[in-house]
Structure formats: C-alpha cells, structure tokens
C-alpha cells in the first residue's frame, strides 16, 4: 500500500542515521520553557524546577498495535504521541516533551517516515509538546514505535491510582467503545478489499467511530478542567486496555470495591448502531473495547456539585467497601462481577 | 538455543500483560530518593529538586543489535541497561531510574524473559538505578528491547557535545576496539558451529574481548572522578558508534577540528593480537568499532596536569581549528581525513 501511495522513492540507507534523524526532524522547534537541551546530544535535558518530573512510555508493533493496510502513517504518527501523553495527562499532570525512536525494516521509503513524522509533528502541536529525542534504526520486519512521554506536575497535584476511597463517585469523560467499533469497520473493510479491491466503501456513517480508532485525542483539557473546578480526583487513569480492565485495576490497588451503572456508560450513538449491525452487545464493547484514552477517575462526593451538569463528564458508578467486590449493575438491577476483558496484548486469540 | 535450555517452559499467555510484568518486576525494589513513584500507575514520578532531569532512549531489536545463538538473555538484559545508562554519564550526570519496554514473540517461555530481566535486575544494581516503568506485549517477531534512561545534574556539572575549544585535549577512557573484536569472535564461532555443531572452541584467549561486546560496562566511575579531580571537560560523548563517528560529532557541533594521534589510541595486547589474527588493521577497528562504551571528552589544557597519568585516561589529541578538519595523524607524521565508518544501523551491508 505504502508503494502505491509514492513514487517518488528515497532509500533511507541513502541517508544514514544521523541525516535521517535531521531530515525527519528538522522542522520541529522546542517551545517548552522547561526544554534546555533536545534532539542532538546524548541526551535530553529538562528543567522541572521544583516540580516533578512523570514519564511514561510505550512500544507499538505492526502486526499487533495497527496494521498499515488500513492505519495511514501520519494518523499512526499522531495516535503514538497521543497515547503516550494520555498516560501523563491521567497522572493529572501536563506533558511537555516527548522522545520517539523507531525502527523500520528497508521497505518503508523515506517518504513513508516523512509522514509519520507529519503526524508525530501535528500531535506535538496540539499537545505543546517537545521533541526531544530518540532514536532511528532498522528492523527485520515491519515498523516498530517506541515513545517515552514526559511531563511536570506539583505534588500535591499528582493523583495515582490508588486514592479511591468507600462511598467516592466514579466518573468517566467522554463515550467509550468507539474506538474498538472502528477497528470493527476497518478490518470488516480490510476483508471485503481483499475478495473485491475495486470495492468503494461508503464509510459517511461511521466518521466519529473511524476517528476514535485512527486519531484519537488524549484528553489534554481535563487536568486544567478539574483544576478550575477546584476538584481534585482521589484516583484516576486513562481507558486504554479498556473501562472493566482500568476500573479493576483502581479497585484492586485502593482496596476498594464498586459499582459501575450499565445505564449510565456514555455511548456515541454511532457506537450503539454499529454494534446492533454488528449484534454486538454495546455495553460489552463499551467495557472491554479499550483504546479511547479517555480519563476515568473517582471524586469526593462533596465534589459532586462541581462536576454535575459538565458534558465532559459522566458519573457512571460509585466505590464501595472492598469486600462487595467490582460490580456491573444491569438495566434490570442485577449484578454481575466484572472480570477483566480488556485487550491483552500477549494473548493468541 | 532457548528451546534447549529451558526444559521447564511457560507460556507467556498464561499470565496475561499485567501478570508477566508483575512477576518480571518482583524483585526489584526501588531505592533512589528521587523515585516518588514506580511501576505500577500511568506513569512514573521523579523527584529532582533543584537539579535537571536528564533522558536518553534506545531501541534493541534482534537480527539487528543482537543475535540470541550466541548471546546469553541475561548478558542482554545488562548490555540494555549498560547502552542507555552510558548516554546519562556521557552528559556527566547521575543514572536514577530506567524503564524498560520489551515485545517478544510467543516463542519465548517465560523462563527466558526471566533471564533477560535477571541481567536487568543486576544492571540496575551495578548503576544503582531503579526500574520505574515500562511495557510489555508481543511482536510478530523475535525480542524488541526500548530503554529509557533517566538521570539528574546540576545544570553547570552537565557536559554537552558542542563545547570544544582549540587548543583542548582529546581524552578517552579505557581501551578501545575490544567490543567489536569480541563480535569478529562470536561471528566466527558461529559460523564454525553451523557447519560442525560437535566443536567446542577455546575461547580462553578471548576473555576479554567477549566481556566487551557482550557485557559492556557504563562508565558510572567517571563523572564523580572528574569532579573528585576537579576537572569539568569542555565536550564528552560516549563511544558507541565508533570513535572517528563520535570526534567528527564533537568536531561538527563544536565548530572546530581536531588532531587525533595514531600511537596514542588505547588498544588492549588481546584486541591487537585478535586484529592480527583476521588480518585486520587495528587502528581502522579502533575508530570504526563502535560499542566499547568508553567516554570521550575535551579538556582544557589548563586542567592537563589533574589527569596526567591517572590510569583511566589516556590522551589521545588536541582540538585545532576548523578549517584544520578532522585528522588522524598517522605513526608516520601522516594526516589522514576522519571520516565516519561507524556502525550505520540502516544501511545494508
């Protein structure tokens, strides 16, 4: 697909490492004022003052984290920054650098890298994030992204996630599932390309879902949100592997149990369609889709107030004693135990 | 290989993601008083203080930067670590924390991500660096191995690429040209092992080589050595990708030339005794060999006295003008133009 899309051709060993790096590299510009020293040295160099320095990092694989035949690089570009800096942004912290090292087998031109690196340059824009190193190298198969995130906060601003404390309100921002439903339609048109590839799928339909897989947004807006609305979560983390996953994981390490409302999951609406074309049950896909990086965390009651009536917010649950276990509370008010059917990347099927 | 070893094998898929980093991290306690926050949450927490945080980032892939027939999991495991470390004591700061990536393929039994990690866990001794973060899923192929090296100095003890002066002295550390040799060894074994899998080669002779390119040492030592000698250098690199790659770097980053002399190059009597042995011009290994992990820095003459005859340096030239280039000097009075030969991870040959 990569050779369809360019003609013109440039061998990266044309280039070496060095050249390639500055080529990729050279129309990005620092802009942190906490950046002292970033592409060029054996290392970075950041200025925190006294606040703390967060990093996260993260490995996408072609094959297992997105697949070229559908995922166009310069989405691919931005979708690594963006799920990276989820990871700062549910620490409650800002991002403000990145480092991003890659490894490519031959077959990628340097035309294809030139627009990943336009994808990884728009989400280093939209986010106000440096780039501040890494590393380029070569692979034996298929595209390999490596990006470290890196970001400030105060320490009393910080929230992990094991804060949640009996009685504490459980909020999600956004919907959930879209992402997972996209990845449905892609790989449903993937299908259909390889039996018919003069096939013209009309995809109108499902733009926000697409969007959701190909393009995600970290949520950025929300620690400055929770800041002017003077709340403090108790626990937070972003929805990556996917709600029942993430909700287990701040129950299991606040010791603390829960129970999370079937009937008030935010669902985009194009999400509960395409699971009814799919006979998907939404509220499954919601729980175990993952991939939509949006920010679940837990408040104070007393917080309640200043969160309700906010349309990045839903309050989707509350935490209980530890010992009335991690709950789903059905339309119909049964409770059904939620284990955990996120995506597990080392799992065969 | 791995298959052999490990008569007992568990399936990676038996633990899922969050059960095989847990068990992988067990045993590492954290213990730096900058480390607020470890494994465990969206992402790590560092506390500095006033000094600056200092990050490098790498990326292994097998087929590439290694090869598992003849390099043991656990000396992997340590060189990752050693590579990435090595790139915060080049700046002159202190390792903290590192966090570490892996993708592996589903041939792999845990017992051998056990000695991977078993290498990691006494890397992060040998550098007292905790292990605060990282990812682990599965690749399509082979081990994928990202580290992040994360450090902190004081803003005026931080040494950059581009500080060179004319008339500074060229130092190195150690001996150089041994990794590479170390690699024409195992290459060699290897090849002898294809064709008669009963030989059982004596590689006592080789020792030290072996040590070099499969257990690199960091150069932790340095920088509190240089400050306990009262010595800042002006310019410092590590040696990873080869000498003459890492001069012309400081050169070009500095604005100036350099002479480098050939008598003065440290070689160990085993990387002499291994080129003549394939025939190989030591000199050429000694610039273009890459992977010893030394530290080259510039000092100012001024500071000469303060290092002469410390048996850690050797001085290896002085820093000329520009327009002088980058030359070597010959044992013949000769002056040959540096160029880069040093290892080029994208090119093919």
Same mark, same amino acid.
């Given at each position: 697909?990569?050779?369809?899309?360019?003609?013109?051709?440039?061998?990266l060993s044309?280039?070496?490492?060095?050249?390639?790096i500055?080529?990729?590299?050279?129309?990005?510009?620092?802009?942190?004022?906490?950046?002292?020293k970033?592409?060029?040295?054996?290392?970075?160099?950041?200025?925190?003052?006294d606040?703390?320095?967060?990093? *996260?990092?993260?490995?996408?694989?072609?094959?297992?984290?997105?697949?070229?035949? $559908?995922?166009?690089?310069?989405?691919?570009?931005?979708?690594?920054?963006?799920?990276?800096?989820?990871?700062? $942004?549910?620490? !409650?912290?800002?991002?403000?650098?990145?480092?991003?090292s890659?490894?490519?087998?031959?077959?990628?031109?340097?035309?294809? %890298?030139? &627009?990943?690196?336009?994808?990884?340059?728009?989400?280093? &824009?939209?986010?106000?994030?440096?780039?501040?190193?890494?590393?380029?190298?070569?692979?034996?198969? =298929? %595209?390999?992204?490596?990006?470290?995130?890196?970001?400030?906060?105060?320490?009393?601003?910080?929230?992990?996630r !094991?804060?949640?404390? &009996?009685?504490?309100?459980?909020?999600l921002?956004?919907?959930?599932?879209?992402?997972?439903?996209? %990845?449905?339609?892609?790989?449903?048109?993937?299908?259909?390309?390889?039996? !018919?590839?003069?096939?013209?799928?009309?995809?109108?339909?499902?733009?926000?879902?697409?969007e959701?897989?190909?393009?995600?947004?970290?949520r950025? +807006?929300?620690?400055?949100?929770?800041?002017?609305l003077?709340?403090?979560p108790?626990?937070?983390?972003?929805?990556?592997?996917?709600? *029942?996953?993430?909700?287990?994981?701040?129950? *299991?390490? *606040?010791?603390? =149990?829960?129970?999370?409302?079937?009937?008030?999951?935010?669902?985009?609406?194009?999400?509960?369609?395409?699971?009814?074309?799919?006979?998907?049950?939404?509220?499954?896909?919601?729980?175990?889709?993952?991939? +939509? $990086?949006?920010l679940l965390?837990?408040?104070a009651?007393?917080d309640y107030?200043?969160?309700? =009536? !906010?349309?990045?917010?839903?309050?989707?649950?509350?935490?209980t004693?530890?010992?009335?276990?991690?709950?789903?509370?059905t339309?119909?008010?049964?409770?059904?135990?939620?284990?955990?059917r996120?995506?597990n990347?080392?799992?065969? +099927?």
């Amino acid at each position: 697909m990569i050779e369809d899309k360019t003609p013109h051709r440039t061998q990266l060993s044309d280039l070496g490492e060095f050249g390639l790096i500055a080529h990729l590299t050279a129309d990005f510009k620092t802009k942190q004022p906490s950046t002292l020293k970033g592409i060029g040295d054996d290392a970075a160099v950041m200025n925190f003052d006294d606040k703390k320095t967060v990093v *996260s990092t993260d490995l996408l694989i072609e094959g297992v984290h997105f697949d070229l035949s $559908y995922v166009p690089l310069k989405h691919l570009g931005y979708k690594a920054v963006s799920v990276n800096v989820s990871d700062i $942004y549910a620490m !409650n912290a800002r991002a403000t650098q990145i480092t991003v090292s890659i490894a490519v087998s031959n077959r990628f031109p340097l035309e294809a %890298l030139e &627009e990943l690196y336009a994808g990884i340059y728009l989400a280093c &824009e939209r986010y106000e994030v440096d780039l501040v190193g890494g590393d380029t190298t070569s692979s034996t198969r =298929g %595209l390999i992204i490596s990006v470290t995130a890196i970001g400030e906060a105060q320490e009393d601003e910080l929230v992990y996630r !094991n804060g949640a404390k &009996e009685n504490d309100l459980i909020v999600l921002t956004g919907d959930i599932g879209g992402a997972y439903m996209g %990845l449905q339609i892609l790989e449903r048109e993937k299908a259909v390309f390889q039996v !018919n590839p003069h096939s013209q799928p009309d995809l109108d339909m499902y733009t926000y879902i697409l969007e959701r897989q190909l393009k995600p947004e970290a949520r950025k +807006d929300i620690p400055p949100l929770l800041k002017a609305l003077g709340v403090k979560p108790t626990a937070m983390m972003d929805v990556s592997d996917g709600l *029942s996953s993430e909700i287990l994981h701040i129950c *299991s390490q *606040s010791g603390v =149990g829960c129970r999370l409302y079937e009937d008030k999951i935010p669902l985009d609406p194009q999400v509960i369609s395409t699971c009814e074309e799919f006979n998907l049950d939404s509220t499954t896909i919601a729980l175990s889709g993952g991939e +939509d $990086y949006e920010l679940l965390f837990t408040i104070a009651q007393a917080d309640y107030d200043k969160i309700k =009536g !906010n349309p990045h917010f839903s309050v989707i649950g509350h935490i209980t004693p530890k010992d009335d276990g991690v709950n789903l509370v059905t339309r119909a008010g049964q409770f059904i135990p939620i284990i955990a059917r996120g995506w597990n990347a080392l799992s065969k +099927d």
